[in-house]
């Protein structure tokens, strides 16, 4: 009888219909032949250069401190234009090259100042503490040249780096939980914290950001808080895990604001704060992209001929947390200055 049972019409249609459905993204993957992840886009010499962090499979079993991202080079990318071919220019930075680093070589950023293209990387040192480094290079598409140190006064993770329009360069920076932003307190490193969540009712840990000097390789004054407050001028707090940063900073101006965007990480949305200073405080907006396949959700966003894109990541071509692929879709701000919401998926369908 159970054999007839599931053999019957109603039970073959159903598993038919269930073998049919597929999810659909709002985008393909920029890249197949390596797995990327944490793409940091910019418009060098009219051509988008894009340094995401590269995955491979180290066979290290997940966890919360994130040890199985155990990137160890970069390559640089690049396209003509949005939708057009992606060139794979290969290694700009080998983690063998840097010569204070011991492993997991996360995501990076880059700029360009007076003739000389600038990578910015958090790695961990032989300590097995997150610092951030700085390589040069001449071409945008390096190879890069690593300094010898890391930038005095830094650690975490995740630097982002934007220039005003007066031509001042920051760098916002840091990342709870694995990033170990957690872990620093008035510039000191305590390893015994893993997480944020022992005072849930506390203001939340901020993003940080530093005034980059002249020739954007160190921090030209204090390391300051990036914080985002409620429309009551209340910073957010520890347990507010649907709207406090996490990790994954990101500085955009658009009509003359500062746009903070960045992940709440474990709640996995990307939320952004608009504030009339590069430093803040921000003030919360909401969220501006839905959650993405995989656990991390990293982003850039930048202009290009007068439309605003973002650069993303999800897991679709290996469908594990670890080997992600980069992305690329419209944003769209508002005319109140709002941004329109990003849903990554499309309908399943049949």
Known sequence: MALASCSSPTAKTAATD???????????????????????????????YI??????????????????????????????SIGG????????????????????????????????????????DKKDIFHIGVATAKDPAGPFKAEAQPITGSYSIDPAVFTDTDGTSYMYFGGIWGGQLQRWINGKYANESKTDSKQPDAPAISCKVAKLTADMKQFDGPVADAVIIDSLGKPLLTKDSTRRFFEGSWMHKYNGKYYFTYSTGNTHFLCYAIGDKPTGPFTYKGVFMKPVQGWTTHHSIIEVKGKWYIFYHDTELSGKTHLRNIKVTTLTHNTDGSIQLIDPFGKASK
């Open 51 to 80: 340094y995401p962090s590269h995955d491979i499979d180290a066979g290290i079993a997940e966890n919360d401190n994130g040890d199985h991202f155990a990137m160890r080079d970069y390559h640089i990318l690049s396209m003509d």
């Open 18 to 48: 269930t073998a049919a459905k597929k999810t659909t993204y709002l985008s393909e993957p920029l890249i197949k032949e390596i797995y990327t992840a944490d793409p940091s886009a910019h418009v060098f010499n009219n051509k988008i």
């Open 85 to 124: 071919k992606v060139t794979d220019h290969g290694v700009g930075l080998n983690i063998k090259d840097i010569p204070w680093a011991g492993r997991q070589l996360w995501a990076p950023d880059a700029a360009y100042k007076n003739g000389t293209y600038y990578l910015y990387f958090p790695v961990k």
